[in-house]
């Protein structure tokens, strides 16, 4: 194959990469044995190592590219002096007119099979490397899009060669002591598919920032895909839960998340331009690009093509405008996650907070801080410091040198897709991308802290803050027999724990979600009417695109829910049903018409007691919906739905009547319904409780609080506040007993065993069926757990 000019891309595989490149070599390598799954390909073929060699030789260029790259090692002209000089080279040069005719009767082919005369192709570089160890040339030559025609295809294919010498790819074998005529390249001409009339992004099947293995991430954008892998608009992202594809009924779409996507790349008409940038409309920015059906197909692919190769896999996918079909155009390995440890990660977290300057995507878990380089083009590269943290508009491959130098990146544009989101990842750096307004915000040697640690959303913060960074290895830790699990509350830091070896979700606290992401007041949703004008506008703004405001909500609150039961998965998620306080409620969007001045509100209207009652009856509701959702539309079947502060039996039966009523019947769908025992009323009726729910779950701050008499916020009383007290034993010791004679699960999901770890050992004792940690105590606490499951007595 290798004295071939010219191959097409249904005779080639993945063993072909010396011949025509890794990008080359892969799409071949998927026309041949995954068409046959529907995974579409387009069509097209590939120029050989051996055409650019030829290609080289007759226009006597090796000679010429030595003497200006030898200048520039002697300091006699610059990096981009000598490469303008090779690059000048190839285009000035003509293809022998055996390769161009060879080219040519390919180009003319492709037409016919696609039955189109001078049907529009995509050009892309494929980099070739024989017998060299690390060469990776992803993202240093060019692609030409939208080219048409015999001539413009020969001039694009120059400009393809000619491009294995830009400035960043002759520095960069300059820094791997490669020698630049080992190197070759390869050209893939491929149909090209109408996207510009759509849209297309990119694919990861791996979760790109944790290396949560069971999820399929893709961003996409309108118009043609450039535009998401340069960074330079702020795309839609959208997760799948790979494990519950095959799942009869299941649409495991764990997350939408609307981008901006100010801009698109299309089709440029007439002239010699071949595609041009233009501002999307208010429908299109206000849209998401992809359906459901799409998304989960895409899904699907991302798990098929992760299978064949036998690892994560980085992809790009295109929508033909004109017939709807996807298509997948690129397909390489994930090199970044991929490559990590399954046992062991860093983690970090703030000691403090300061001035929020900006927000966006976090890229990775890590917290950096520095003082602030703003650097607006690249012209002004050379004005970077090292140890700065860069911040700018957007970055490719030119800004690469300064990267590396950089103790943290943050960008105007660009979603976890984008230029700079890959290289901070494979270079180790802290990154936030697709702030908006960064640049303009943030000053010139200001010092400033960024914080990847706190889910999916980073956060740049004035001044230098404190955070603390460790090790975890999870690698050794002990089997236990007692259940250990873990309390989560935000859906976007819930895969920075993946690696745990935890039984489930011992608590998933409903409120976070409805805090955090909703920010609405349920009722308010239901009746915005009813609350003030400018509370109307910013529920309108928070519900664009949904059909209802109460959609919004139980949209929301589904896609929130199932990120936090993902983790685990098939292991039970224990999420609790909303449990604010009057106060809390009152602070949400709308909440102060729908909420109660309480001189109390800790004692008040919290917990079972709303569900039933005509002031939340309707809010409940809502919720009933998202939890439904949850586990028959998105397929969450480990989902247990848990009742928090529920005072008596019959209330308890009030609250189950009105749950069956909103499609959540218990021990239907292998529905199981918790309780939370949190009162003491909870533990003196636990036999009548028990009768009526699958578990318990032991809240052991409010039960302190309660046996105790101590407010558990109050600063005065904090002394007193211990959960370790005889009377708290005591009362968690007989709940306990009581819930095993029933023949019921109970399980803790209170503070006190990730404070305390004699406290763990005492639950032990009394044989406690589970105990649900804060995952940063989880390591240091299932040790004293193990200890305590093997002490003698």
């Known amino acids: 194959m290798e004295q071939q000019s010219v191959i097409w891309f249904d005779q080639i595989g993945i063993g072909d990469v010396a011949a025509v490149g890794g990008k080359n070599a892969s799409l071949g390598e998927m026309i041949v044995a995954l068409s046959s799954a529907g995974v579409r390909v387009p069509a ?7 055409a650019y060699r030829e290609f080289v030789s ?3 260029l090796e000679p010429d590219i030595r003497s200006h790259l030898e200048a520039y090692r002697a300091g006699k002209t610059s990096l981009a002096e000598a490469g303008r000089a090779i690059r000048g080279r190839f285009l000035d040069s003509a293809f022998p007119s055996a390769i161009a005719d060879r080219i040519s009767a390919a180009y003319e082919e492709l037409g016919e099979r696609l039955r189109l005369p001078d049907p529009a192709t995509a050009v892309r570089s494929s980099a070739t490397a024989e017998d060299l ?28 060669y000619a491009s294995l010498f830009t400035d960043r790819a002759i520095s960069y074998r300059e820094a791997k002591g490669f ?19 759509s849209g297309s992004g990119v694919m990861f099947s791996i979760d790109t920032e944790t290396g949560f293995p069971h999820a399929a991430v893709i961003s996409a954008a309108w118009g043609l895909g450039e535009m998401v892998v340069q960074g330079s608009v702020n795309p839609d992202k959208y997760m799948v839960f790979k494990p519950l594809l095959q799942t009869d009924g299941a649409r495991p779409i764990i997350e939408k998340t609307r981008g901006g996507k100010a801009l698109k790349m299309v089709y ?7 595609t041009r940038i233009v501002d999307t409309s208010a429908a299109e920015r206000e849209s998401f690009v992809l359906d459901d059906e799409d998304i989960l197909q895409l899904a699907r692919w991302a798990v098929l093509i992760e299978q064949h190769y036998g690892r994560p896999m980085d992809m790009e996918w295109a929508k033909h405008g004109e017939t709807g079909e996807l298509y997948i155009v690129q397909a390489r390995p994930e090199t970044v996650q991929a490559t990590g440890s399954a046992t062991a990660f860093r983690h970090y977290r703030l000691k403090e907070k300061g001035k929020v300057l900006a927000t966006g995507a976090a890229i990775g878990s890590a917290i950096a801080s520095g003082r602030a380089c703003v650097i607006r083009s690249a012209a002004d590269i050379a004005d ?26 943050v960008t105007d544009h660009g979603g976890t897709t984008s230029h700079a989101a890959i290289v901070s990842r494979e270079l180790g750096v802290a990154a936030i991308v697709g702030t908006g307004d960064a640049s303009s915000v943030i000053g010139d040697g200001q010092d400033i802290t960024l914080s990847c640690a706190e889910g999916d959303t980073g956060t740049v913060y004035e001044g230098l803050l404190g955070f603390d960074q460790s090790e975890i290895d999870v690698g050794s830790l002990p089997d236990t027999r007692t259940d250990v699990m873990v309390n989560i509350a935000n859906p976007a830091a819930a895969f920075q724990w993946w690696r745990l070896p935890a039984r489930g979700v011992g608590l998933a606290r409903m409120e976070f979600i409805i805090n955090a992401l909703i920010k609405a007041h349920p009722m308010a949703l239901i009746h915005p009417e009813r609350t003030s004008a400018e509370d109307q506008r910013r529920i309108r703004e928070l519900t664009r695109g949904h059909d209802t405001p109460a959609d919004y909500f139980v949209d929301t609150l589904a896609r929130g829910i199932a990120r936090l039961a993902t983790p685990y998965h098939p292991y039970p998620a224990i999420v609790r049903l909303s449990d604010f306080k009057t106060n809390e409620y009152a602070h949400l969007i709308g909440g102060s018409v729908f909420e109660p001045e309480e001189e109390n509100p800790m004692l008040g209207f919290r917990g079972a007691s709303r569900y039933y009652d005509d002031r939340y009856r309707e809010g409940f509701a809502l919720e009933c919906r998202a939890l439904k959702r949850v586990r028959e539309t998105l397929g969450f079947t480990n989902v247990v739905i848990m009742v928090p502060f529920c005072r008596t039996p019959e209330e308890a039966d009030r609250v189950l009547e009105k749950m069956a009523k909103n499609g959540l019947r218990r021990g239907e769908n292998g529905l199981q319904v918790y309780m939370m025992c949190e009162i003491p009323s909870n533990v003196v009726l636990a036999e009548e409780f028990a009768t009526r729910f699958d578990g318990f779950s032991i809240g052991s701050n409010d039960l302190t609080q309660l046996v105790l008499g101590v407010d558990r916020d109050s600063g005065i009383l904090a002394q007193l506040f211990d959960e370790r007290n005889p009377a708290v034993t005591r009362m968690i010791a007989e709940a306990i007993r009581k ?5 019921i699960k109970i399980g803790i999901c209170g503070q006190a065993p990730s404070n305390y770890p004699e406290f763990a050992r005492f639950l032990v004792g009394e044989g406690i069926d589970s105990i649900s940690l804060n995952p940063d105590s989880f390591v240091a606490t299932i040790a004293e757990i193990a200890r305590a499951e093997t002490a003698p007595g």
């Open 44 to 50: 097209g073929f590939a120029t050989t190592a051996a």
């Open 58 to 60: 007759a226009n006597d």
């Open 133 to 160: 160890p690390d060469a990776s040339f992803a993202g240093q030559q060019e692609t030409f899009l939208n080219v048409r025609g015999r001539r413009a295809l020969l001039d694009a294919c120059r400009r393809c």
């Open 179 to 197: 020698d630049h005529m080992d190197v070759a390249l390869s050209i893939g001409v491929q149909q090209m598919v109408r996207s510009d009339l």
């Open 268 to 274: 440029a008409e007439g002239g010699s331009r071949r």
């Open 384 to 409: 970077f410091q090292d140890g700065a943290v860069l911040v700018t508009e957007a970055t490719d491959p030119d800004w690469v040198p300064i990267m590396k130098r950089a103790a943290g990146i």
């Open 739 to 743: 819930a095993h004679e029933a023949g």
